[in-house]
């Protein structure tokens, strides 16, 4: 029995001496080697401290990943909303006919002008006037003529396919043309339009220019 325990002991001291050599020989003396069964026991208690040595010895398979670095992600583009087309300015042509009014039958100054306290007599007076200088001046420059023939009063009768710009039906309107009713007004249309142009250079939005006399 005693034999037997001797011979372990020594099998074991044989080991130990085995292993002590080897640690020796790959740390190149016992200093070393015991430093690194110092530093190997903490490092099999703290997993982190054994991923850092790992890493430091060159184990590719324990490397720890770098965090990849935060891509910046660019800000929504700003939307700027269309600006709004400036609408066209109006032209003076539409004044033309006022213009012309205002030069051959002073129809403009009538208009303006506050009559309120007039005297019946004198505005009859202008208006007779106002109304002659404007038809002669209506009757030079424009052909005017009516929609529709007859009087105010007169049944007429619309047919299918009429032009509604040109014709109003009023009232209780059902089914499908042609309509009778009684006429109501006989409309305007012009035929013919002869209005002069203007100089170059003035201004359509002045009706008449101020007169200065010197």
Known sequence: ???MLL????GVGVTL?????????????LNQAWWGLT??????????LGAKIDTLVGNPSAVVPMPKP??????????IPPVPPTPAKPTGEALRVLSLLQAEARLVDFLMEDISG???AAVGAGVREVHKKAAATIKKYIVI???????????VTVQKGFNPSAIRVLGNVTGE???SGELQHAGWKVKELKLPGIADGQDPFVLQPAEVQM
Do not use: K, Q, W
């Open 1 to 3: 029995m005693d034999m």
């Open 7 to 10: 011979g372990l002991g020594l």
């Open 17 to 29: 001496i085995f292993v002590a050599a080897i640690i020796v020989a790959r740390c190149g003396n």
């Open 39 to 48: 530093v190997a026991g903490h490092a099999g208690r703290n997993p982190s």
């Open 70 to 79: 935060a891509v910046a992600v660019a800000p929504p583009p700003v939307v």
């Open 118 to 120: 007039a005297p019946d």
């Open 145 to 155: 003529e009516t929609v529709l023939g007859g009087a105010e009063g007169d049944r």
């Open 177 to 179: 043309p042609p309509y």
